[in-house]
């Protein structure tokens, strides 16, 4: 099975801030790689795929990069609605795999 | 609009069976694959079972392998997720979530908002 870790596990920042969420695959995944974000009680809604593929109605302050084993999700201009949990998730491979997660608060 | 409405969830004791629904609105159901995932209370999420767009490749996930089913009736726009000898490692919300393309290994888009199955005795 491939295994997604994300780092950190947590992260605060302020409005306007640069936030840098990463993901590592424990085996190449192309660019078989999808962002979501969760907020509490709700379903996840798709951010990136295909690694760097901003999903439509996303705001292009979301923008993600990386190939192979190593990919990034960038957020720039933090606003105060991007707290919530961000997951990677491969799709290069069977099983299908999440990340752990990653929380993002707002000072 | 798209819309993904599932039914089904509830209270079940360990061993017994429930079967979830998903019916769709506002695309082609038959042109997409289709996913099951799931999210434990309080936990990540977690992949459980895809489906081909016309229904002729099914994956499950290790932990479900022989006792969850996927399946799809593009006559009616629903997918389905018969789940037999049911744990208690079993409770989470199950989300229906669509493909954006037609095989299994495809990118996740559109997400249902959730079924909360309890396996409890």
């Known amino acids: 099975d491939i295994q997604m870790t994300q780092s950190p596990s947590s992260v605060s920042a302020s409005v306007g801030d640069r936030v840098t969420i990463t993901c590592r695959a424990s085996q190449g995944v192309n660019n078989w790689l999808a962002w979501f974000q969760q907020k509490p009680g709700k379903a996840p809604k798709l951010l990136i795929y295909t690694a760097s593929t901003l999903q439509s109605g996303v705001p292009s302050r979301f923008s993600g990069s990386g190939s192979g084993t190593d990919f990034t999700l960038t957020i720039t201009s933090l606003q105060a609605e991007d707290s919530a949990t961000y997951y990677c998730q491969q799709a290069h491979s069977f099983p299908i795999t999440f990340g752990q997660g990653t929380r993002l608060e707002i000072k | 609009q798209v819309q993904l409405v599932e039914s089904g969830g509830g209270v079940v004791q360990p061993g017994r069976s429930l079967r979830l629904s998903c019916t769709v609105y506002?695309?082609?159901?038959?042109?997409?694959?289709m996913f099951w995932v799931r999210q434990a209370p309080g936990k990540g999420l977690e992949w459980v079972a895809v489906i081909s767009y016309d229904g002729s490749k099914q994956f499950e996930a290790n932990s479900v392998e022989g006792r969850f089913t996927i399946s799809r009736d593009n006559s009616k726009n629903t997918l389905f997720l018969q789940m037999n000898n049911l744990r208690t490692e079993d409770t989470a919300v199950y989300y229906c979530?669509?493909?954006?393309?037609?095989?299994?290994?495809?990118?996740?888009?559109?997400w249902g908002q959730g079924a909360l199955v309890t396996v409890s005795s």
């Open positions: 506002g695309f082609s159901f038959s042109s997409y694959a």
């Open positions: 979530v669509k493909g954006i393309g037609r095989w299994e290994l495809t990118p996740m888009d559109q």
